[in-house]
């Protein structure tokens, strides 16, 4: 456990039906600096915060919803990565790099922070435990992007999607959430009707509805089951870094 006599966040957090655990894991003096500039942002749908190349102008929290990362090339449109309440959007800015080399846009609506760069920048690099914890987390979606290359050539497309479908629920904070087929084959890196096979096999087991772009998670630990390990390691491993932090 990380131990640098510094207490987490105890003050009141900007108001949101949910918090950001990032956020919430900073030493309580370099909150109170951030929270002047902290701005509440609503995330809408095919919301873009960055397009590829683009300057990286502001830092986003999502308390709810979720962002993706995705790439664009001739063959098609892949994801690379998710953030939710766990993390940050624009963490290149932390390696000393200004721009995001891929497109940034809001797979599932909800709401957060956003604060610009350099006043962001400024409490990281005053202070070694901000820094050590959004560094540790950059190094956790590392392992995140390593664990899910390993995923997408290891596993089923059924286990994969039932993995997708628990991390859209965790950032959405509901057991519905809208969810089209067109994201679905960005998260899985797949043709459609490949995505609407997997769906329909989940469903015809009674674990998920899924009708009009609109999933609804009947059977959660059912789909827990159904779901390849990644989804619980992933999962450990970004609660294993706030519990150094905050635990």
Not at 76 to 92: K, L, Q, S
Not at 197 to 221: E, F, H, N, P
Request: proline content about 5%.
């Amino acid at each position: 456990m990380e131990n640098d006599n510094t207490s987490s966040v105890s003050v009141d957090a900007p108001p949101t039906a949910y918090h950001n655990r990032l956020l919430e894991a900073l030493p309580e003096s370099d909150y109170l600096r951030l929270l002047p500039e902290l701005e509440p942002v609503t995330f809408e749908l095919r919301q873009v915060l960055f397009e590829p190349g683009a300057d990286i102008t502001h830092v986003y929290f999502p308390s709810s919803g979720m962002a993706s990362l995705v790439n664009d090339m001739k063959d098609g449109t892949v994801e690379v990565g998710t953030i939710g309440n766990e993390g940050m959007v624009g963490t290149p800015i932390l390696l000393h790099a200004s721009k995001l080399p891929m497109r940034a846009f809001i797979q599932l609506a909800g709401e957060g922070h956003r604060i610009p760069s350099e006043p962001f920048l400024r409490v990281v690099r005053d202070s070694p435990a901000a820094e050590r914890l959004f560094l540790r987390y950059v190094q956790t979606q590392f392992d995140h992007l390593a664990q899910w290359v390993a995923c997408n050539r290891l596993h089923t497309l059924d286990a994969r999607c039932a993995r997708w479908l628990l991390m859209s629920e965790d950032r959405a904070h509901s057991s519905q959430f809208l969810l089209t087929q067109e994201f679905l084959s960005y998260m899985l890196g797949v043709h459609r009707p490949a995505v609407s096979i997997a769906a329909s096999a989940l469903s015809d087991a009674g674990l998920i509805r899924y009708t009009r772009g609109k999933v609804t998670i009947v059977d959660r630990a059912g789909l827990e089951t159904a779901a390849c390990e990644c989804y619980g390691i992933t999962r450990r491993a970004t609660d294993s870094l706030f519990a150094d932090f905050t635990g």
